[in-house]
C-alpha cells in the first residue's frame, strides 16, 4: 500500500512538472545549472545563470526551483530581460546564519530594471536572529540587508511567497510601476528592530492584498513618493500597524498621495493606522488617503496622526514640521484600543491636517471599563454618523 501511495505521488509531482513545461515556451531548472538543495553550498551562482539564460530567452521563461534548501548568497537579478520571466518555487531560499557573509550589502535578493516579472510560492528565510543579536549587543555590525527588493521595475506579480526572520525589512519596493503583491505571508519577532513587512516609497501602481503579517515593525510602511496604492485584506499583528511615513527627514522629498487601507484586522500591535513626520521644515505632503472597514484588537493607537515623531527623543529637531497632510478620511473602524487615546491627531502649527474626516467609529477600551478619548493638536476636519471617542476636531 505504502509503495504505491509513493508511486501515486512520483506521477502527480511528475504531471505538475510537465504541466508547467507546457505552460510555457522556456523552463530553466536551477538545479540543472549546479544548484544544490543541501542547504549548505551557495548556489547563487547557479540561481544567476538560470536567470541569464531565462532573461535572454526569446520567449516566456520560467525559472524552476523544486523542494529543498538552497544556500543563497546575496544575488542581483538584473533586466531589461527580453521576455516575461516566471520563478516557479517550490522549496526555501536560506541567508547565511553568519551575517558578515553578505557583507554591508543593502539587499540579499535585489531585482532590478525589470519588466514583466512573476514570483509564485516559495520560501525565504533570511536568519536574522544572529544580526538582530548583534545589533542588541552594542557591537560593530554590517549594514543590514532587506530580504527582497524590487528596484526600477515594472508590471511584478508577486503571489504566495513566505518570507521569515528578516534582516531589516522583508519586502522592498522603490522607483516601480504596477506591482502587485498578493497572499504573502511574513513573519518575525515583535522584538526584531526594523523587520518592517513591506516597505514601499517612490512607487506608484501598487497593490497590496489577502496577506498575513506578523513582524517587529511597521507591518506595511509607505515612504515618499508612494503614489496610487491599494491596500487590502491585511492581517497585521504583532507589529507597528501600516504607516504612511516617517516623512519630512529629508529636503525634496516627494508626495504621498491616493491611498487606500481597507479591510484589515490589527492584532495587538503598537498603532493601526498611522501618518507620522519629523519636526522639521522640509517640505512635504500627504493627500488624499482612505482608511476604512478596519477592525482594531487591543491596538496602543489605533488611529494616530504624530507629526512630532522622533522615535528616540534623542537630538529632536523641536520644529514645526513642513509637511501638509489633508483630506484623509477614516470610515467604518471598530473595536477596542489598549490605551484611553483612541484617537490623535498632533498636527504641525504651521501647516494644521486639513480635511480629516471621521465617519462611523466605534473605539472602546479592551477592558470596557474606561471611558477612551480623542486628542487634538493643530487639527481641522469633520465628521459624519456615530463617531466614539468624540471628536475633538475643529
Not at 516575461?84 to 536560506?94: I, S
Not at 492584498?209 to 491596500?231: A, E, Q, R, Y
Not at 511615513?245 to 504621498?256: H, I
Request: charged fraction near 15%; charge should be positive; proline fraction near 4%.
Amino acid at each position: 500500500m505504502t509503495s504505491s501511495l509513493v508511486i501515486v505521488g512520483r506521477v502527480i509531482l511528475f504531471l505538475t512538472f510537465l504541466a508547467l513545461v507546457q505552460s510555457s515556451n522556456a523552463v530553466y531548472n536551477v538545479v540543472s545549472y549546479g544548484a544544490k538543495s543541501n542547504g549548505r553550498t551557495d548556489s547563487a551562482l547557479a540561481f544567476s545563470k538560470a536567470w541569464s539564460a531565462a532573461c535572454r530567452s526569446t520567449v516566456p521563461a520560467t525559472i524552476y526551483v523544486p523542494r529543498g534548501k538552497f544556500l543563497l548568497g546575496a544575488i542581483v537579478f538584473r533586466g531589461p530581460c527580453r521576455s516575461r520571466v516566471t520563478f516557479r518555487m517550490y522549496g526555501t531560499l536560506l541567508a547565511s546564519s553568519n551575517y558578515w557573509s553578505l557583507g554591508n550589502s543593502n539587499d540579499w535578493i535585489l531585482f532590478q530594471y525589470v519588466n514583466r516579472l512573476s514570483i509564485h510560492g516559495g520560501t525565504l528565510n533570511a536568519q536574522g536572529a544572529t544580526y538582530w543579536a548583534c545589533r542588541r549587543s552594542g557591537k560593530s555590525c554590517p549594514t543590514p540587508a532587506k530580504t527582497i527588493s524590487f528596484q526600477r521595475s515594472s508590471n511584478v506579480l508577486v503571489s504566495g511567497l513566505t518570507s521569515f526572520n528578516s534582516k531589516m525589512f522583508h519586502f522592498f519596493v522603490a522607483r516601480c510601476t504596477n506591482v502587485r503583491i498578493q497572499g504573502v505571508r511574513i513573519f518575525a519577532p515583535s522584538w526584531s528592530p526594523n523587520t518592517d513587512g513591506i516597505h514601499v516609497q517612490t512607487s506608484s501602481g501598487i497593490t497590496i492584498t489577502s496577506s498575513l503579517i506578523k513582524t517587529g515593525d511597521d507591518c506595511i510602511s509607505m515612504g515618499p513618493g508612494s503614489k496610487n496604492v491599494w491596500i487590502d485584506r491585511i492581517s497585521c499583528g504583532p507589529g507597528h500597524g501600516i504607516s504612511i511615513g516617517s516623512l519630512g527627514q529629508y529636503a525634496n522629498e516627494e508626495a504621498v498621495q491616493n491611498v487606500t487601507v481597507r479591510n484589515v484586522v490589527f492584532t495587538g500591535t503598537q498603532n493601526g493606522v498611522r501618518i507620522k513626520s519629523w519636526e522639521t521644515a522640509y517640505p512635504g505632503s500627504v493627500t488624499s488617503v482612505q482608511f476604512r472597514n478596519i477592525i482594531m484588537r487591543n491596538v496602543f493607537n489605533p488611529i494616530i496622526i504624530d507629526q512630532e515623531y522622533c522615535p528616540s527623543n534623542i537630538n529632536c529637531p523641536n520644529k514645526s514640521s513642513g509637511v501638509k497632510i489633508s483630506r484623509v478620511t477614516y470610515k467604518n473602524i471598530k473595536g477596542t484600543s489598549a490605551t484611553q487615546v483612541a484617537a490623535s491627531f498632533v498636527c504641525s502649527p504651521s501647516n494644521p491636517c486639513q480635511g480629516i474626516k471621521l465617519r462611523d467609529i466605534n473605539l472602546s477600551h479592551h477592558t470596557r471599563k474606561l471611558a477612551v478619548t480623542s486628542y487634538c493638536k493643530n487639527a481641522r476636519g469633520s465628521t459624519s454618523g456615530p463617531v466614539l471617542p468624540r471628536s475633538c476636531l475643529t
